[in-house]
């Protein structure tokens, strides 16, 4: 006779359950207004700027060095994550340069390195483990064959980084972000005048174009098994 | 949330589809706003580790591959692992390898849960009573020296699962330099008796089959496809075969008691009386009528009608397999684990051995084997004739300390041998483990080893197929704890206590295993070659191939001393067979801790995570029996209580139980899991060699009033698909031979 009530009560029980975990579940928000990630604190303070950043005519000491990203970040270009670059790498200009040597950063740095310990970096671009983001694809396209500055075509998902100290998150990395990129019209000519073989049929799942110009655009692909894979 | 209280009770009321579809659509929903804000990102919370120092082909989300050997059985397979981000994730073949070219079977590919088993030992332990306490490896080795000062060799007893290879040579040396002869090598599953009647019949222990060249194969129980000898080769040998010769297909005949995985790819399965394999051989001989001289005196009592009253085959069945065997040649005769393990074991591989012979088979698909030119790094072999003097030792309370090594005889002797209690007697037992398994557990000193995967190491296979070769294996990453070691440097640091001078200039056995590969370069293949580059060449290729020294191979199987026993009387009170089924992916039981392998369904039973007991469905219905009851099987010995299986594929006078599981320790995934039937084997040995006659233990089986769901992947029995039988099922006798020749 309490049949009818066994079922409310279990479903009323397990959405209490559940939303309790949801609830209890504390998680940085996504996004913030204004898109901005945390800011995360690193063992490292890294100054992208000081690397990175423009140099500064008037005196060398204090702008930066226009260092390419691809320097460091030298996996970006060969696979589907960027990764991090090893320690070996920090230390290979640094055991050079005497001037910062006694920096309180780089003393850190080496630290680490007499210990042969990695530095415990903390993630600050993430995203969900069903979305497969491939680095090695975006720079083949806007850095190798459009032709792009690295700066602009790594800034395009990652601000401005030449500005920043430790980098932040600068975009929301949603798909609906994603998506708003994948949807426009791209040129499938080089900024050089070089057409990008077969790309704007891949890209858009359209034959080909005839006659390939400077006014043929294509979209990113949109097929949902390009990044859930 | 739903607990298991509110399931059974939901359970034990109808529950129809609508409530069903309700709870589903509830709970979906449920998760559905779960879903919200718990997304997998952790922007600033999780740790992004790049490496100190990586070589340019070590890039992040790439994999780089490493040859290594598989330790998963002792076929020697080569393995390529790919690693990424310093991990090891998958292993494959390696397509070099002539024994499995690039395959791998499931056991092999398990081999990565072997590795990141968390239910591995990881620290030295030492017995504080009933309790361990972890110590340091130098405390270790500083109590082993400790307890040898002042024994004598023969109060030092080493037992070991086979081993080759270097760690051989380095075993030998360290029991030479404690003075012992004390070494026992057991394999709980090995063709021990078939070896012996080999080396009788062809002078070798192991010739090379050739299924690829046969056209008709008659294995008498071998599982050549599951778990006998070489799986993975014979699969591939075995395709060939069934492609055939001039298009015509292989014919393959399995005479067994218990279906194996063999078996239930056959064109032709007989179920045979357990322990008359012998006696159908000789009936097919004498039906054959190729014989001459004191073969055809021998075989000459064996008639159809005599053969075919006690084996339970039929008289037309003798006559089709003498047809095809006279009408195809060359064949090839197997015998396997179903015709050796009983205390005539040898007379019936002999006699399966003498049919090879009279049907001309010595010299074309029985080949001479080739084996490496360093015999002492030739595997050693054993099975329980071993494990009984060591057992016998014990009991006798002879030693002082036993090492235990690569075996878990606490789990896999003969519940007759008593051997935990034997085992107790001895005064420190020292067991280098991967896991607490039933004999670590037992021992005094518990050493960690590393896993195959993080070790160093040579093995040659017992079975070679083209040319010999010595396998390498090479740690495909850095050891996942820190305070695990490879056998080979626990050996160095052992003997170090004894022949310091000798052994100084190897800091480590790597160093050992460099030095005395490179010592031998230009036997191995790299005369001429610099160190460096042929080392790395080793390295890269995990395989040494080497022009090896066949062993000729001689036909004389002869009907001198073959004489088989008469029919044996039912046994009242014991009146079935109890045969120990092997299963190709459980084997002894040492790797039931890899869940894969647990959670892999048997290919004939489609069981998972359980034992079970296989009864034929007539004799079930005889004792009243259905699928899912709990029975008691008893033996001389003990007893166990598992789920019934009802199996056409077994012989009615048999049951079988599969071996592996059982495990009242070793690790989450192994422990509480199934029945151990190794528990309740009797003591009765072969006669010939003294080996565990597996299959002769007799049983009675009694029902306990429990039934349980078997869990299974397979429908019912004789379901319907659309409204048809998934497969139609013919008996043998309507089979029309003549159709398949």
Redesign the interface.
């Known amino acids: 006779m309490y ?1 009818f009530l ?2 409310p009560i ?2 009323v ?3 209490l ?3 309790s ?2 609830a209890n ?1 504390s ?2 928000a ?1 996004t913030t207004e204004d898109s901005l ?5 690193q063992p490292i303070e890294f100054p992208h700027n000081r690397h990175a950043g423009l140099k500064d005519p008037s005196d060398p000491a204090k702008g930066g060095m226009e260092i390419n990203c691809q320097y460091c970040h030298t ?1 970006a270009r ?11 790498k920090c230390i290979g200009c640094h055991q050079n340069i005497e001037s910062v040597k006694d920096k309180p950063r780089i003393v850190e740095l080496f630290k ?2 007499d210990a ?15 979305v497969r983001f491939n680095h090695e694809r975006h720079i083949k396209r806007f850095v190798e064959q459009q032709d792009r500055p690295v700066q602009e075509a790594c800034g395009y998902c990652h601000g401005d980084v030449k500005e920043m100290t430790v980098a932040r ?1 600068q975009k929301s990395l949603a798909m609906g972000w994603c998506a708003s990129c994948h949807e426009k019209d791209h040129p499938v000519v080089a900024q050089s005048g070089t057409p990008i073989a077969g790309q704007a049929y891949w890209y858009s799942f359209q034959k080909p174009a005839a006659a390939v110009d400077a006014n043929t655009k294509a979209r990113g692909p949109n097929d949902c098994w390009q990044c859930h894979k | ?2 607990d298991s209280g ?1 399931v059974k ?2 359970a034990g ?1 109808p529950f129809d589809r609508r ?1 069903f579809l ?2 589903l659509g ?2 979906g929903a ?2 559905a ?2 879903g ?19 070589n340019d082909y070590m ?4 994999g780089v591959y490493f040859n290594s050997t598989c330790a998963q059985c002792d076929a020697g397979c080569s393995i390529n692992g790919r690693v990424r981000e310093g991990r090891v994730l998958k292993l494959e073949g390696n397509p070099d390898s002539t024994i499995n070219k690039g395959k791998l079977c499931g056991l092999g590919q398990a081999g990565v849960q072997h590795h990141y088993n968390p239910d591995r030992v990881r620290e030295p332990v030492l017995r504080n009573g009933t309790k361990g306490e972890t110590i340091t490896w130098e405390k270790a080795y500083a109590l082993i020296a400790e307890k040898l000062t002042g024994v004598k060799g023969e109060e030092i007893a080493f037992l070991s699962g086979g081993v080759s290879g270097h760690l051989k040579v380095l075993l030998g040396n360290y029991l030479d330099s404690l003075g012992t002869k004390n070494h026992f090598v057991y394999e709980a599953i090995a063709p021990s008796v078939v070896r012996a009647a080999n080396v009788k019949a062809f002078g070798v222990e192991m010739p090379r089959y050739r299924f690829d060249k046969a056209q008709v194969v008659l294995s008498f129980g071998a599982d050549f496809l599951g778990s006998w000898v070489s799986p993975v080769h014979f699969s591939q040998q075995y395709a060939q075969f069934r492609k055939g010769v001039n298009g015509q297909r292989g014919v393959l005949i399995q005479v067994e008691s218990k279906m194996t995985l063999t078996g239930a790819n056959a064109d032709r399965w007989l179920a045979v009386k357990p322990g008359t394999e012998g006696v159908l051989a000789l009936g097919i001989i004498n039906a054959l009528g190729m014989a001459t001289g004191d073969v055809a005196e021998l075989v000459k009592g064996y008639d159809k009608a005599r053969v075919s009253r006690e084996t339970g085959v039929s008289t037309g069945q003798i006559d089709k397999i003498a047809a095809l065997l006279k009408l195809r040649s060359p064949s090839l005769v197997l015998a396997g684990s179903a015709a050796e393990g009983y205390a005539h074991g040898s007379q019936n591989a002999a006699a399966i051995n003498l049919l090879n012979q009279v049907l001309g088979n010595v010299g074309k698909t029985i080949e001479a084997p080739v084996s490496v030119p360093f015999p002492q790094m030739a595997p050693s072999k054993g099975n329980t004739v071993a494990l009984k003097n060591l057992n016998d030792g014990l009991a006798a309370g002879k030693f002082k300390v036993v090492f235990n090594f690569a075996a878990n005889p606490v789990f896999t002797a003969p519940g007759a041998f008593k051997f935990k209690d034997n085992f107790a007697k001895a005064g420190f037992k020292v067991a280098f483990a991967h896991y607490l398994d039933e004999t670590a557990l037992q021992a005094d000193l518990v050493l960690p080893l590393d896993s195959a995967l993080e070790d160093w190491g040579t093995q040659v296979p017992e079975y070679m197929t083209e040319g010999a070769q010595i396998n390498i294996q090479q740690p495909l990453m850095e050891r996942l704890h820190a305070n695990t070691r490879g056998m080979g440097d626990i050996l160095l640091n052992l003997i170090k206590q004894k022949k310091a001078d000798e052994y100084k200039g190897f800091e480590d056995y790597y160093a050992y295993l460099r030095g005395a590969v490179l010592q031998n370069k230009g036997a191995l293949g790299g005369g001429g070659v610099e160190d460096d580059t042929f080392w790395n060449d080793t390295l890269t290729h995990g395989i040494v191939k080497l022009a090896g020294t066949t062993t000729s191979l001689s036909a004389h199987a002869s009907a001198a001393g073959l004489v088989l026993p008469a029919e044996v009387e039912a046994d009242e009170h014991f009146p079935l067979h109890l045969i120990p089924g092997v299963t190709a992916s459980l084997r002894d039981g040492r790797h039931t801790n890899q869940p894969w392998l647990q959670e892999s369904p048997d290919p004939l039973t489609t069981i998972v995570w359980d034992s079970w007991v296989e009864i034929h469905p007539k004799k079930a219905a005889e004792l009243g029996i259905v699928e899912g009851d709990i029975v008691q099987v008893t033996s001389k010995t003990g007893s166990v209580k598992a789920q019934v299986y009802l199996f056409p594929g077994i012989h009615p006078e048999a049951i079988s139980i599969p071996v592996g599981r059982g495990h009242d320790a070793m690790g989450r995934y192994a422990k509480g899991y199934g029945v151990n039937p190794f528990q309740i084997l009797d003591a009765v040995f072969e006669a010939a060699t003294g080996e565990l006659a597996m299959h002769e233990t007799r049983v009675k089986i009694s029902k306990t009033g429990q039934r349980v769901l078997v869990v299974k992947d397979e429908g019912a029995a004789g379901a319907l698909q659309m409204g048809r039988k998934i497969a139609a099922r013919v008996s043998t006798d309507q089979v029309d031979l003549s159709k398949e020749v």
């Open positions: 049949r066994r079922f279990l479903l029980g397990l959405f359950g559940v939303s975990f949801a579940n998680q940085p996504l990630g945390p800011q995360v604190q996996y060969r696979s589907a994550v960027a990764g991090i670059p090893p320690l070996q680490y390195w042969k310990k990695a530095i415990p970096w903390k993630k600050v671009h993430d995203l969900p483990d069903f998150r | 949330m739903i509110s009770q939901l009321h409530d309700k709870v509830w709970s449920a998760v706003l779960s919200c804000g718990n997304t997998s990102v952790e922007d600033g919370r999780e740790t992004v580790v790049s490496y100190v120092e990586a890039v992040p989300g790439i």
